[in-house]
């Protein structure tokens, strides 16, 4: 199967997205024709390398090897800090490549490290996860979690490339997979009518992991980010729709200490949250309310959400990075593949909007 490539032009960086089955045995040449030229680090956590380390190495060759913990509890500066430890020691320098072998936390982790060791040093994600693939590794937000809130610390930091090949998918936990499929939902949502749409009609194909479809919504959901990233690097305008659900599925993570919920399912619950909120405004018809309910409903089950406070969710939501001048932007679906975003949701609505999709008082 032919790979496909999705340009990503930004304002600091433009760099390809590659997507094709099989695409790993050609890394070391895209590394190269990427730019890099000096030693390269392959930083990874134990569980992932022992999965993927031996195609890994023997597709890029020599490189050496970091291995750190994983998980949304090590999204840490404390994680980042043991990448130093290890770069320092090999006494990498200013021509090193830093290749990110794993999915959403690793990326953010590692994307971090690179951007901030010696000043920044070249990246490459090397998605593992469908989560990562589709969405973490794209666009050059890296950074870690703070014990107040996800995604607090960081900085935008675009990679040189990016390879995903679906392949890696096959040693994937089924309910990570389907934690990622989440994640492609929110671009139909957003953007593509058509991609929702394909979700629904050829989910038995997509969970059975056939190579065309999952080759066709990984490459999908790459262009529709890639699209929205070259439009808004910085996340000044645009871009906020990216958040479509992720301002309540952070609270939801936040709020169980990220040891719950897989990141989509967090977010599938934040999408239902807007898609009420949405509704109760007279902004989203309720067939189009139905259509996202079920189709989350056929990637589930969810964990419960009954034992979460709402007034405390929507505390946590307070803190969220996408407060500005102490407002909270919400971004609202109006139809399956169109969003408004709005700034004016009171803790009232929240609340009851949180009730309705599971949550306690």
């Known amino acids: 199967m032919k790979a496909t490539v999705v340009p990503v032009r930004t304002s600091s960086k433009p760099y390809n997205v590659h997507v094709g089955t099989g695409i790993l045995k050609q890394l070391n040449d895209l590394i190269s024709k990427a730019g890099a030229t000096g030693r390269r680090f392959v930083v990874s956590s134990h569980k992932v390398w022992e999965a993927h380390g031996p195609t890994i190495s023997k597709a890029i060759g ?3 090897n970091i291995l750190v913990p994983d998980g949304e509890r090590a999204k840490t500066v404390k994680t980042v800090g043991t990448i130093y430890d290890a770069l320092i020691q090999a006494q990498a320098d200013r021509t090193a490549t830093i290749i990110a ?13 690179a951007a901030t060791y010696l000043r920044g040093v070249r990246l490459v994600h090397v998605p593992t996860t469908l989560l990562a ?12 979690n703070h014990r107040l809130g996800k995604n607090l610390i960081g900085a935008f930091y675009q990679p040189s490339i990016v390879v995903s090949d679906p392949v890696v ?20 949502m957003i953007r593509d009518p058509e991609l929702f749409q394909r ?20 490459s999908t959901s790459c262009r529709i980010k890639a699209s929205v990233v070259s439009e808004d690097e910085y996340e000044g305008n645009v871009r906020r729709i990216l958040n479509f659900g992720h301002t309540a599925g952070h609270a939801i993570e936040a709020a169980t200490r990220y040891r719950r919920f897989r990141h989509g399912e967090a977010i599938a619950y934040g999408m239902l949250l807007v898609a009420d ?22 990637l589930g089950p969810l964990p419960s ?42 803790p009232k609505e929240l609340k009851q909007s949180l009730r309705v999709v599971g949550t306690a008082p």
């Open 305 to 346: 959400i009954k034992d979460l406070s709402a007034k405390s969710l929507v505390e946590i939501m307070g803190r969220d990075k996408k407060v500005l001048k102490g407002r909270l932007h919400v971004v609202l679906p109006t139809r399956i593949g169109k969003t408004v975003i709005v700034n004016d949701i009171t």
């Open 62 to 64: 020599r490189a050496d």
């Open 169 to 188: 998918l096959g040693t994937l936990p089924r309910r990570e997979f389907r934690s990622g499929l989440y994640e492609v939902v929110k671009y139909g």
């Open 133 to 144: 693939q589709v969405d973490s590794s794209i666009g050059g937000k890296v950074g870690v």
């Open 199 to 218: 979700l629904h009609s050829n989910l038995s194909d997509i969970l059975s992991l056939d190579p065309i479809e999952l080759a066709h919504i990984i």
């Open 101 to 113: 072998v794993g999915g959403g936390v690793i990326g953010d982790v590692v994307g971090f490290a």
């Open 277 to 298: 909120l949405a509704a109760r405004r007279g902004l989203l018809k309720q067939a189009n309310q139905e259509a996202l309910a079920e189709l989350i409903t056929e």
